[in-house]
């Protein structure tokens, strides 16, 4: 089936270590996201590439980056995590730029920070 | 700005029994709403979306949602939970800008009981 894939499900790293989240998708869409999900908070966006336009929200650290090398693959960096980064990191993809079109999420990756 | 409003963190509804789920969006033109399931340990699942046409749409698994635009409001109804039901819950605003993403709702966590 059809889906968007994210790996790892349960991620470990150490204060100040990097890491970096996939995410990959079979649909073939345009646009890609980045979400970041605190405990019992919603989904927040961090960027989205619109084909390769990367668009990157005011209040994303800096510490966060992202690449999208191909259509179907998409990462996240952190590049020196801190305690306040654990979170749900979701992905999710969407064809086209009409409002109304359905974002397609992935099971989403859960970072641990220690 | 673009906002959504969960008013209840936490329900619990007795399986069998009818169950509603309120939202609340402030936009200042016509909103383009979506409710979405999310599952423990998994990502966020459409269950249905309105952004014109007749105000009570249908959704998947049973869910019905109806448009209130004099009320701001999109609340999410199913007339007979099962204890599948349980999760997560999260009203949408499509943001008004072509290829930006959701505006979330913080969620409201539905239990089930027996």
């Known amino acids: 089936d059809a889906m968007v894939i994210q790996n790892p499900r349960y991620q470990v790293t150490q204060f100040g270590k990097p890491v970096t989240l996939s995410c990959s998708q079979t649909?073939?869409?345009?646009?890609m996201y980045w979400y970041q999900q605190k405990s019992s908070q919603a989904p927040k966006l961090l960027f989205h590439y619109y084909d390769k336009d990367f668009n990157n929200e005011a209040d994303t650290p800096d510490n966060f980056q992202s690449r999208r090398p191909n259509t179907s693959f998409c990462f996240l960096d952190i590049r020196s995590p801190g305690l306040g980064d654990a979170a749900m990191y979701l992905c999710?993809?969407?064809?086209?730029?009409?409002?109304?079109?359905?974002?397609?999420f992935g099971p989403g990756t859960r970072l641990l920070v220690l | 700005a673009q906002s959504v409003t969960q008013p209840d963190i936490h329900i619990t509804v007795s399986e069998g029994a009818s169950l509603e789920l309120r939202c609340n969006y402030s936009y200042g033109a016509t909103p383009y709403l979506f409710w979405y399931v999310q599952s423990p340990g998994q990502g966020l699942q459409l269950l249905l979306k309105?952004?014109?046409?007749?105000?009570l749409v249908q959704g998947i698994k049973g869910f019905e949602a109806e448009f209130k635009r004099s009320q701001s409001s999109f609340n999410l109804r199913k007339p007979s939970v099962h204890w599948s039901d349980a999760a997560e819950y999260f009203c949408a605003v499509a943001q008004s800008q072509a290829g930006t993403a959701l505006i979330f709702g913080k969620g409201t966590t539905l239990s089930v009981s027996s």
């Open positions: 309105y952004f014109s046409g007749d105000t």
């Open positions: 649909l073939n869409h345009n646009v």
């Open positions: 999710a993809t969407r064809q086209g730029a009409q409002r109304e079109e359905t974002q397609y």
